[in-house]
T-cell receptor, first 116, second 112 residues
Framework: ETGVTQSPTHLIKTRGQQVTLRCSSQ?????VSWYQQALGQGPQFIFQ???????GRGNFPPRFSGLQFPNYSSELNVNALELDDSALYLC???????????????FGQGTRLTVV | AQSVTQLGSHVSVSEGALVLLRCNYS??????LFWYVQYPNQGLQLLLK??????LVKGINGFEAEFKKSETSFHLTKPSAHMSDAAEYFC??????????FGKGTLLTVNP
């Protein structure tokens, strides 16, 4: 049990639709990161938020966007869904801002998104 | 830029045998290195991490990894495999923030 919960666990959407995935972190975890894990691949970094501001982004188009709220919850929004967006989406949270603070990032169980 | 190469997408061992999962990394800055385990339909669980302290890092469930700068390697080992070790293992490299670059993973099968 990591204290990081994601909802929903599974989701099926149609190409072109929009989707919102949610993550609830532990109290005090100011950093949240989102990853996309395609089938048979390692997770790929989408972006990271610290205290409600984006402070890092991977190689994903602007139709991937996020929000972080003061209550330690966050969202990943994906517009204009494509078939290749089908993947497991993971969020990870930590109490620190940087690795140097030697705080662990805890992963949620993920949301399995299928785009048809 | 940072990258990770995991040698062997699938490793099969007998119960009680040595487990060796290979990871090589590339990083332009002193890296933070991690091994994660993922069980089916689960998120990622941290096994161990290297943060420039001791080069031999001990983790949970009897796993350990050795950081070798000259070889840019961070291989994961366990002296004696258990059936419950069967899972997918990911090596990752991180920089100063929490962005992690993962390898493609190694599926470990443990045979009775």
């Amino acid at each position: 049990e990591t204290g990081v919960t994601q909802s929903p666990t599974h989701l099926i959407k149609t190409r072109g639709q929009q989707v919102t995935l949610r993550c609830s972190s532990q109290s005090g975890h100011n950093t949240v990161s989102w990853y996309q894990q395609a089938l048979g691949q390692g997770p790929q970094f989408i972006f990271q938020y610290y205290r409600e501001e984006e402070n890092g982004r991977g190689n994903f188009p602007p139709r991937f966007s996020g929000l972080q709220f003061p209550n330690y919850s966050s969202e990943l929004n994906v517009n204009a869904l494509e078939l290749d967006d089908s993947a497991l989406y993971l969020c990870a949270s930590s109490s620190g801002r940087t690795q140097a603070e030697n705080t662990e990032a805890f992963f949620g169980q993920g949301t399995r998104l299928t785009v048809v | 830029a940072q990258s990770v190469t995991q040698l062997g997408s699938h490793v099969s061992v007998s119960e009680g045998a040595l487990v060796l999962l290979r990871c090589n990394y590339s990083s332009s800055v002193p890296p933070y290195l991690f091994w994660y385990v993922q069980y089916p339909n689960q998120g990622l669980q941290l096994l161990l991490k290297y943060t420039s302290a001791a080069t031999l890092v001990k983790g949970i469930n009897g796993f350990e990894a050795e950081f070798k700068k000259s070889e840019t390697s961070f291989h994961l080992t366990k002296p004696s495999a258990h059936m419950s070790d069967a899972a997918e293992y990911f090596c990752a490299v991180g920089g100063s923030n929490y962005k992690l670059t993962f390898g493609k993973g190694t599926l470990l099968t443990v045979n009775p």
